[in-house]
T-cell receptor, first 112, second 114 residues
Framework: DGGITQSPKYLFRKEGQNVTLSCEQN?????MYWYRQDPGQGLRLIYY???????QKGDIAEGYSVSREKKESFPLTVTSAQKNPTAFYLC???????????FGPGTRLTVT | SQQGEEDPQALSIQEGENATMNCSYK?????LQWYRQNSGRGLVHLIL?????REKHSGRLRVTLDTSKKSSSLLITASRAADTASYFC??????????????FGTGTRLTIIP
């Protein structure tokens, strides 16, 4: 099956700890994205990558970091500097920049 | 704000009826996309309409775009219980840095009553 996988589905962390969310795709897409969704809100772009070994900040990059060492993988690290990390995190990919995006199932992160 | 604004925020209709939701925006766009999100899940792309197009169809979906009024509508005909979801419009526009960006609205929550 082609698609995007995110793991884990639910993640719990203590405040002050860094946590890495996984995102893998086998669609052979060049572009990958990380979004954050808060209750009743739309999606806000955290980081995106148009090509391996390159990525750009989105609208709310502070407190987050990413890497793109392989075309298939785009992990997101939520650092302790992120003031309000509890949210639903969605990873997506697309064939061309910002066109039809394919989304993973999401990871719900709770930090207490 | 550069994001689209969906209207209404919530909509409940009887199964079999048509559902219409709207998206208005303020900036120039390259294209506009509609996505569906079932509760607690990822988004699913429904349709993309380019700025030089006025109407597109896909199955029971009909999307219109009026760039003069800066608005788009999504019509779902003959609704089914499985259409219950949140629907988001997403705008592709040119950012201040000259590259494209995609911004999502806050969504319309559609409930189909069996």
């Amino acid at each position: 099956d082609g698609g995007i996988t995110q793991s884990p589905k639910y993640l719990f962390r203590k405040e002050g700890q860094n946590v890495t969310l996984s995102c893998e795709q086998n669609l052979n897409h060049d572009a990958m994205y990380w979004y954050r969704q808060d209750p009743g809100q739309g999606l806000r772009l955290i980081y995106y990558s148009q090509i391996v070994n390159d990525f750009q900040k989105g609208d709310i990059a502070e407190g987050y970091s990413v890497s793109r060492e392989k075309k298939e993988s785009f992990p997101l690290t939520v650092t302790s500097a992120q003031k309000n990390p509890t949210a639903f995190y969605l990873c997506a990919s697309s064939q061309a920049d910002f066109y039809e995006q394919y989304f993973g199932p999401g990871t719900r992160l709770t930090v207490t | 704000s550069q994001q689209g604004e969906e209207d209404p925020q919530a909509l409940s209709i009887q199964e079999g009826e048509n559902a219409t939701m709207n998206c208005s925006y303020k900036t120039s766009i390259n294209n506009l996309q509609w996505y569906r999100q079932n509760s607690g899940r990822g988004l699913v792309h429904l349709i993309l309409i380019r700025s030089n197009e006025r109407e597109k169809h896909s199955g029971r979906l009909r999307v219109t775009l009026d760039t003069s009024k800066k608005s788009s509508s999504l019509l779902i005909t003959a609704s089914r219980a499985a259409d219950t979801a949140s629907y988001f419009c997403a705008l592709t526009l040119i950012s201040n840095f000259g590259n494209e960006k995609l911004t999502f609205g806050t969504g319309t929550r559609l409930t189909i009553i069996p």
